[in-house]
């Protein structure tokens, strides 16, 4: 079974074009009009071991509200799609991620009912480019499109880089996790997920 996705999303607004790969561990390509959201996404897919690219064209330049939300839809179906009917992944995952000063947990439920509660105390109003409100907006447009429940919680820290870094680790990690085929069961007791 080979799962990836390969989707195109174009407005009036932006052109969102992303390919995944779930099961390869390869390169990762972003590139946005938000430097720091680059970062975030490249720091996202490689904690997923997969293969990716992500290109994102911003037609009005607005601001960077559109671009991390329309990245999130695209992102978020396509991982929905690569997961297929979801046969045999392990589905659940957590994980507690440090980075230096900051201290992230988070947990997921590859459930098909999209929702996301994030408890993060961002102090600065934005970073390289992206608001900070804006990062609570990924998650819950990813989290909506791709049809995963997302808990994110900070623990500890101060500093808003380190904060928002380790909570894109550590979905990156839980994704990963929470993606393995571990048998050919659907872990559900409904049958289906």
């Known amino acids: 079974m080979t799962r990836f996705s390969n989707k195109v999303r174009e407005t009036k607004e ?7 790969d779930i099961d390869k561990k390869g390169e990762v390509k972003v590139s946005t009009p938000i ?12 904690y997923m071991n ?3 690219v992500i290109n994102a ?15 999130a ?3 978020g179906k396509a991982l929905e799609e690569a997961l297929g009917d979801k046969r045999g992944i392990k589905r659940f995952s957590h994980f507690i991620v440090p980075m230096d000063d900051a201290l992230i ?24 480019g992206m608001a900070t409100e804006n990062v609570f907006h990924f998650f819950q447009s990813f989290a909506y499109n791709s049809g ?18 380790a909570s894109f680790k550590a979905l990156g990690m839980a994704l990963y996790d929470a993606t393995r085929i571990i048998d050919n069961e659907i872990r559900s007791t409904k049958g289906m997920i």
């Open 14 to 20: 932006t052109k969102v074009e992303v390919y995944i």
């Open 35 to 46: 430097p720091f959201f680059n970062h975030m996404l490249t720091t996202l897919l490689t």
């Open 50 to 52: 997969c293969s990716a």
């Open 57 to 71: 064209i911003d037609k009005q330049s607005y601001d960077d509200h559109h671009i991390v939300e329309d990245v």
């Open 73 to 75: 839809i695209v992102l």
């Open 105 to 128: 947990l988070t947990s997921i439920d590859i459930s098909s009912r999209g929702m996301a509660f994030i408890n993060l105390n961002l102090k600065r109003e934005e970073i390289g």
């Open 148 to 165: 995963i429940t997302v808990h994110i919680l900070q623990l500890n820290g101060f500093n808003t880089h380190h904060i928002i870094e």
